[in-house]
């Protein structure tokens, strides 16, 4: 059974989770800082959501008002397995679990602000009834 049964469901979850990490007073506003609209192709479930740093937003629209400065592709277990620290990222990143276009040196200075959201990311996906593994 895939951890996310329906795209919007995972929309919602990594949505709540991004909130988090912009919500965060030390990590907030690095991540604003940094300006990166970054495109998430999803399968299983199959989405697309868009997280836009510089505006702190997020949008599940199949296109953005602006290009993606960076674009992966993963798959939704991958994703839960990521934020609930069952797979490390970059070991993820180096066996192309997820697929990177773009300026990966960009996306990298991101990873450190985001691993502060894997310590949310347990309630928040319980919240939206994703059951998480200890």
């Known amino acids: ?3 996310y049964e329906t795209f919007e469901t995972a929309a919602k979850v990594l949505e709540d989770v991004t909130k988090s990490v912009y919500n965060d007073p030390k990590a907030g506003p690095k991540v604003e800082k940094l ?3 970054l495109k998430i192709n999803l399968n299983n ?3 697309v959501l ?3 740093t510089g505006n702190q937003t997020a949008s599940t629209q199949d296109e953005y008002e602006k290009p993606a400065d960076v674009e992966f592709s993963a798959d939704g277990d991958d994703l839960h397995k990521i934020y ?3 797979l490390n990222i ?3 990143l180096t066996t192309k679990m ?3 276009k773009g300026p990966i040196l960009r996306m990298m200075k991101l990873l450190p602000l985001l691993t502060r959201s894997f310590d949310n ?3 928040i996906a319980e919240k939206h009834g994703v059951k998480v593994d200890p």
């Open 1 to 3: 059974m895939p951890a």
């Open 35 to 37: 300006n990166l609209v």
């Open 45 to 47: 479930p199959k989405g």
């Open 50 to 52: 868009w997280l836009d």
């Open 84 to 86: 609930s620290k069952q």
């Open 90 to 92: 970059n070991k993820a």
């Open 98 to 100: 997820i697929k990177v």
């Open 121 to 123: 990311y347990p309630a």
